[in-house]
């Protein structure tokens, strides 16, 4: 995955985006968002476009969630009946200074795969995924990054396209606010406002 790729996926999972599912295995991590600002194609013209993506890690492995409150890892038992929603700007890849954000904002960290990195800078991993919620932190690395959508494995290219087109929704989304055939409401496109 490009940098770029990891800028742009930060941008829309961080907007709107919402984490919904996760799945830990032996050496893979799989996290999925919903109201994510990459089209979906839907059978109804005026049908929420926003999607849910999937961010699989796997290979070398580690997933630690910090927190302050024992409360606050509670949902860890809940099986994925849960929804968090992501801070501000609270998804990054590969962004080591935020580290020292979440170190200082919180008490207690719990790896629950494989073994977190006394030299995280150094860590022995190609790709670093920090996530912040209002009361709990993510860390989580790995040597391999996928996205997927419902339909298949995304790749650069496949990102970069579902991000335009995801725009041109939101534009349409907004001007059809002044019509009388205005889309489904979409807290992806209500996330940034057009005002015209």
């Not at 630690?64 to 501000?88: A, V």
């Amino acid at each position: 995955m490009k940098q770029k790729t990891l800028n742009l996926m930060e941008e829309a999972v961080s907007s709107a985006g919402r984490w919904t599912w996760i799945e830990l295995a032996d050496d893979s991590i799989q996290l999925e968002f919903e109201e994510v600002q990459l089209y979906k194609p839907t059978l109804e013209k005026y049908g929420r476009h926003s999607s849910e993506i999937a961010i699989r890690l796997a290979d070398n492995t580690f997933f630690t969630i910090f927190y302050n409150n024992d409360e606050d890892m509670k949902f860890i038992s809940l099986e994925n009946d849960f929804s968090f929603e992501i801070s501000e700007n609270g998804l990054k890849f590969q962004d080591f200074n935020i580290l020292k954000k979440i170190n200082n904002d919180y008490n207690f960290k719990k790896t629950l795969i494989g073994e977190y990195p006394s030299d995280i800078k150094n860590g022995d991993f190609d790709f670093l995924l920090t996530i912040i919620f209002e009361n709990i932190a993510i860390v989580c690395g790995a040597n391999q990054l996928n996205f997927f959508n419902d339909f298949e494995s995304l790749n650069d290219e496949d990102i970069k396209k579902l991000s335009n087109q995801w725009w041109i929704y939101w534009i349409d989304y907004w001007k059809s606010k002044k019509t009388n055939n205005k889309y489904e409401y979409d807290p992806a496109c209500e996330s940034i406002i057009l005002d015209y």
